[in-house]
Protein backbone atom coordinates (compact mmCIF):
# COMPACT_ATOMS: atom_id res chain seq x y z
CA UNK A 1 0.00 0.00 0.00
CA UNK A 2 1.62 3.71 -1.39
CA UNK A 3 1.79 6.04 1.39
CA UNK A 4 -0.47 8.91 0.65
CA UNK A 5 0.31 12.69 1.48
CA UNK A 6 -3.37 14.33 2.22
CA UNK A 7 -5.37 12.80 4.85
CA UNK A 8 -8.55 14.61 7.11
CA UNK A 9 -8.21 15.53 10.17
CA UNK A 10 -10.70 17.15 13.14
CA UNK A 11 -9.35 19.97 15.00
CA UNK A 12 -9.33 19.67 18.81
CA UNK A 13 -8.29 23.23 19.93
CA UNK A 14 -5.26 24.76 21.04
CA UNK A 15 -2.56 24.74 23.63
CA UNK A 16 0.77 25.19 24.50
CA UNK A 17 4.32 22.97 24.84
CA UNK A 18 7.72 23.97 25.75
CA UNK A 19 10.37 22.88 23.29
CA UNK A 20 14.02 21.72 23.98
CA UNK A 21 15.33 25.36 24.20
CA UNK A 22 12.58 25.98 26.64
CA UNK A 23 10.58 28.24 24.45
CA UNK A 24 7.03 28.35 24.35
CA UNK A 25 5.20 27.31 21.43
CA UNK A 26 1.83 27.37 20.41
CA UNK A 27 0.55 24.50 18.84
CA UNK A 28 -3.25 23.47 17.58
CA UNK A 29 -3.58 19.40 17.79
CA UNK A 30 -5.50 17.94 14.98
CA UNK A 31 -7.27 14.53 15.72
CA UNK A 32 -6.06 12.56 12.70
CA UNK A 33 -7.72 9.57 11.07
CA UNK A 34 -8.34 7.02 10.43
CA UNK A 35 -8.91 7.67 7.01
CA UNK A 36 -10.59 4.92 4.66
CA UNK A 37 -10.48 4.53 1.28
CA UNK A 38 -14.03 4.56 0.11
CA UNK A 39 -13.80 5.21 -3.96
CA UNK A 40 -10.39 5.02 -6.08
CA UNK A 41 -10.89 7.76 -8.81
CA UNK A 42 -8.75 6.63 -12.17
CA UNK A 43 -7.53 8.77 -15.03
CA UNK A 44 -8.92 6.10 -17.64
CA UNK A 45 -12.67 5.99 -15.89
CA UNK A 46 -12.70 9.48 -13.93
CA UNK A 47 -10.60 11.24 -15.97
CA UNK A 48 -8.33 12.21 -13.41
CA UNK A 49 -6.39 10.66 -10.14
CA UNK A 50 -7.80 10.74 -6.75
CA UNK A 51 -8.94 8.72 -3.81
CA UNK A 52 -12.41 9.38 -1.43
CA UNK A 53 -11.17 9.24 1.89
CA UNK A 54 -13.80 8.56 4.84
CA UNK A 55 -13.44 9.99 8.12
CA UNK A 56 -15.75 9.20 11.50
CA UNK A 57 -17.61 5.74 11.59
CA UNK A 58 -21.48 6.63 11.33
CA UNK A 59 -24.24 4.28 13.08
CA UNK A 60 -25.57 2.51 10.67
CA UNK A 61 -29.44 3.32 11.82
CA UNK A 62 -28.33 6.27 10.77
CA UNK A 63 -27.51 5.55 6.96
CA UNK A 64 -29.78 5.53 4.22
CA UNK A 65 -29.32 3.05 1.70
CA UNK A 66 -27.31 5.02 -0.84
CA UNK A 67 -24.66 5.66 1.61
CA UNK A 68 -24.58 2.31 2.58
CA UNK A 69 -23.95 1.15 -0.85
CA UNK A 70 -21.53 4.35 -1.61
CA UNK A 71 -19.42 2.54 1.26
CA UNK A 72 -20.00 -1.05 0.66
CA UNK A 73 -16.54 -1.66 -1.24
CA UNK A 74 -14.25 -0.43 1.39
CA UNK A 75 -15.68 -2.57 4.48
CA UNK A 76 -15.20 -0.63 7.08
CA UNK A 77 -19.11 0.69 7.49
CA UNK A 78 -20.69 4.40 6.48
CA UNK A 79 -18.61 7.66 7.28
CA UNK A 80 -19.59 10.98 8.69
CA UNK A 81 -17.16 12.62 6.01
CA UNK A 82 -16.14 12.25 2.55
CA UNK A 83 -13.50 14.19 0.78
CA UNK A 84 -11.05 13.44 -2.15
CA UNK A 85 -7.60 14.10 -2.62
CA UNK A 86 -5.36 13.69 -5.59
CA UNK A 87 -2.83 10.87 -6.08
CA UNK A 88 -0.08 10.62 -8.14
CA UNK A 89 -0.83 6.81 -8.81
CA UNK A 90 -4.03 5.67 -9.02
CA UNK A 91 -3.18 1.87 -9.21
CA UNK A 92 -1.22 1.82 -5.58
CA UNK A 93 -5.05 2.45 -3.48
CA UNK A 94 -7.77 -0.24 -3.00
CA UNK A 95 -11.40 0.36 -1.10
CA UNK A 96 -10.49 -0.26 2.58
CA UNK A 97 -6.83 0.87 2.72
CA UNK A 98 -6.37 2.98 5.78
CA UNK A 99 -3.89 5.62 6.90
CA UNK A 100 -3.60 7.27 10.27
CA UNK A 101 -1.56 9.99 12.06
CA UNK A 102 1.91 7.60 11.86
CA UNK A 103 2.60 8.98 8.00
CA UNK A 104 3.65 12.26 9.90
CA UNK A 105 6.69 12.73 12.09
CA UNK A 106 8.48 15.64 14.38
CA UNK A 107 10.02 18.46 11.82
CA UNK A 108 7.62 17.23 9.07
CA UNK A 109 6.14 20.73 7.08
CA UNK A 110 2.05 20.17 6.75
CA UNK A 111 -0.47 22.70 4.56
CA UNK A 112 -3.58 22.88 6.53
CA UNK A 113 -6.68 23.86 4.74
CA UNK A 114 -10.13 24.24 6.70
CA UNK A 115 -13.65 26.85 6.65
CA UNK A 116 -12.92 29.68 8.74
CA UNK A 117 -15.45 30.85 11.76
CA UNK A 118 -18.50 32.60 10.37
CA UNK A 119 -18.60 35.77 11.67
CA UNK A 120 -21.91 36.94 10.14
CA UNK A 121 -22.73 40.19 8.31
CA UNK A 122 -19.64 42.85 9.31
CA UNK A 123 -18.88 46.37 8.57
CA UNK A 124 -15.87 47.67 6.79
CA UNK A 125 -13.97 48.46 10.50
CA UNK A 126 -14.78 44.75 11.58
CA UNK A 127 -13.84 43.29 8.55
CA UNK A 128 -10.91 45.02 6.53
CA UNK A 129 -9.66 47.01 9.82
CA UNK A 130 -11.22 50.92 8.59
CA UNK A 131 -10.80 53.32 11.17
CA UNK A 132 -13.98 54.68 10.47
CA UNK A 133 -14.92 58.39 10.19
CA UNK A 134 -14.27 61.22 12.66
CA UNK A 135 -15.97 60.73 15.95
CA UNK A 136 -16.45 64.76 15.89
CA UNK A 137 -16.67 67.82 14.28
CA UNK A 138 -19.96 67.44 12.57
CA UNK A 139 -19.58 63.66 11.82
CA UNK A 140 -23.71 62.65 12.68
CA UNK A 141 -24.07 58.82 12.69
CA UNK A 142 -21.66 57.88 10.45
CA UNK A 143 -18.53 56.87 12.92
CA UNK A 144 -17.95 53.41 11.64
CA UNK A 145 -19.12 54.46 7.83
CA UNK A 146 -16.43 53.11 5.27
CA UNK A 147 -16.49 56.68 3.44
CA UNK A 148 -16.72 57.71 -0.18
CA UNK A 149 -16.84 54.76 -2.86
CA UNK A 150 -18.17 56.34 -5.99
CA UNK A 151 -15.89 57.36 -8.75
CA UNK A 152 -17.47 60.94 -9.96
CA UNK A 153 -18.96 60.75 -13.43
CA UNK A 154 -17.34 58.30 -14.97
CA UNK A 155 -17.62 55.05 -14.40
CA UNK A 156 -20.68 56.40 -12.34
CA UNK A 157 -20.71 53.16 -10.67
CA UNK A 158 -18.57 51.22 -7.60
CA UNK A 159 -15.73 48.89 -9.01
CA UNK A 160 -16.31 45.65 -8.89
CA UNK A 161 -13.95 44.50 -5.77
CA UNK A 162 -14.17 47.45 -3.61
CA UNK A 163 -14.24 46.82 0.07
CA UNK A 164 -17.26 47.04 1.67
CA UNK A 165 -19.72 45.16 4.42
CA UNK A 166 -20.71 42.13 3.96
CA UNK A 167 -20.55 38.08 5.15
CA UNK A 168 -17.24 37.99 7.21
CA UNK A 169 -15.73 34.81 7.74
CA UNK A 170 -17.22 31.13 6.65
CA UNK A 171 -14.61 30.91 3.86
CA UNK A 172 -11.85 27.95 2.57
CA UNK A 173 -8.55 28.84 3.93
CA UNK A 174 -5.35 26.90 3.97
CA UNK A 175 -2.19 27.68 5.71
CA UNK A 176 0.96 26.54 4.54
CA UNK A 177 4.15 25.38 5.67
CA UNK A 178 3.06 24.48 9.86
CA UNK A 179 5.39 22.80 11.74
CA UNK A 180 4.65 19.20 13.51
CA UNK A 181 5.67 19.56 16.59
CA UNK A 182 4.74 16.60 18.25
CA UNK A 183 3.14 13.08 17.48
CA UNK A 184 1.15 10.82 19.25
CA UNK A 185 0.30 7.80 17.20
CA UNK A 186 -1.33 5.71 19.82
CA UNK A 187 -4.29 8.98 20.11
CA UNK A 188 -4.07 9.72 16.87
CA UNK A 189 -3.31 13.06 17.67
CA UNK A 190 -0.59 15.44 15.95
CA UNK A 191 0.35 19.32 17.28
CA UNK A 192 1.32 22.17 14.65
CA UNK A 193 2.86 24.71 15.63
CA UNK A 194 0.61 28.03 15.26
CA UNK A 195 -3.27 28.33 14.33
CA UNK A 196 -5.65 26.75 12.28
CA UNK A 197 -8.41 27.78 10.38
CA UNK A 198 -11.86 26.80 12.04
CA UNK A 199 -13.76 26.14 14.74
CA UNK A 200 -13.43 23.05 17.38
CA UNK A 201 -14.31 20.03 16.07
CA UNK A 202 -14.20 21.10 12.17
CA UNK A 203 -12.99 19.07 9.45
CA UNK A 204 -9.30 19.68 8.22
CA UNK A 205 -7.35 18.88 5.05
CA UNK A 206 -3.57 18.26 6.04
CA UNK A 207 -1.20 17.84 3.77
CA UNK A 208 2.33 16.78 4.13
CA UNK A 209 5.13 18.80 1.90
CA UNK A 210 8.25 17.64 3.65
Avoid: W
Avoid at 183 to 195: A, D, R, T
Wanted: with cysteine; aromatic share 6%; hydrophobic share 35%.
Amino acid sequence: MAEIQELLAKKVGMTQLYNELGELVPVTVLAVGPCTVVQVKTARKDGYKAVQLGLGEKNMARANQAQIGHCKAAGKGVFYHLAEVKVEDDGAYKPGDVFTADMFSIGNLVTVTADSKGKGYAGVMKRYGFRGQPASHGAHKNHRSGGSVGTSAYPGRIIKGKKMPGQMGNRKVTVKNLTVVQVQSEQGLIMVKGGVPGAKNSLVTIKKVS
